[in-house]
């Protein structure tokens, strides 16, 4: 168990609907990262926050948004849903303040998304 | 961002030591090698990182070559628990610079 919660497990939707995924981090993680994992293009990084603020975006399609808030748990939202989001989609948490050389991730079980 | 370039799969007995390996040519002075694995059905774990010394943990050991430019994780004794896809990733260290780029990694058999 790393200690960082994503709801739901799992969730079913159709195209056009928009969904929102949720993350608690790690107790004192700064930082929420969110990753996309299909099985066509591996594990994609979309998108970072550090205390409350974006902090590095990679792969993030302009449909799908992100938000940390004060208590530091964070949101994906993914609206005008297509097939091809149907995807694993993970949630990590880090201290965040060493930068990358030393941070360690550690990541959620993932939600699995579906889109019919 | 440097690449890594590692085997698609590898096969190993249990019990039986593996060495996976990760080429990393361009990699820069500041970078630090990380490696993480992905069990089945599960998000990915963080396993070692190093920057030019090996290292060891309780999970496994880095061993970098002396050039830099290429790292071998090793699992000393693999159990079936140790089946997964494993990732080399290089992280540049970097204040503000936090996000991991993954590759296709390796995934391990590991056989009875």
């Known amino acids: 168990d790393s200690g960082v919660t994503q709801t739901p497990k799992h969730l079913i939707t159709a195209t056009g609907q928009r969904v929102t995924l949720r993350c608690s981090p790690r107790?004192?993680?700064?930082?929420v990262y969110w990753y996309q994992q299909s099985l066509d293009q591996g594990l994609q990084f979309l998108i970072q926050?550090?205390?409350?603020?974006?902090?590095a975006k990679g792969n993030i399609l302009e449909r799908f948004s992100a938000q940390q808030f004060p208590d530091l748990h964070s949101e994906l939202n993914l609206s005008s849903l297509e097939l091809g989001d149907s995807a694993l989609y993970f949630c990590?948490?880090?201290?965040?303040?060493?930068?990358?050389?030393?941070?360690?991730?550690?990541f959620g079980p993932g939600t699995r998304l579906t889109v019919l | 961002d440097a690449k890594t370039t590692q085997p698609n799969s590898m096969e190993s007995n249990e019990e039986e030591p593996v060495h996976l390996p990760c080429n990393h040519s361009?990699?820069?002075?500041?970078?630090?090698i990380h490696w993480y694995r992905q069990l089945p059905s599960q998000g990915p774990e963080y396993v070692i990182h190093?920057?030019?010394s090996n290292v060891n943990n309780r999970m496994a050991s880095l061993a970098i070559a002396e050039d830099r430019k290429s790292s071998t994780l090793i699992l000393h004794r693999a159990t079936l628990r140790d089946a997964a896809v494993y990732y080399c990733?290089?992280?540049?260290?970097?204040?503000?610079?936090?996000?991991?780029?993954f590759g296709a990694g390796t995934r391990l058999t590991v056989k009875p």
């Open positions: 107790s004192g993680d700064l930082s």
């Open positions: 926050y550090y205390n409350g603020e974006e902090r």
């Open positions: 990590a948490s880090s201290v965040g303040l060493a930068g990358g050389g030393t941070d360690t991730q550690y």
């Open positions: 190093g920057l030019t």
């Open positions: 361009t990699i820069s002075g500041t970078d630090y």
């Open positions: 990733i290089l992280r540049r260290g970097a204040y503000n610079n936090n996000d991991m780029r």
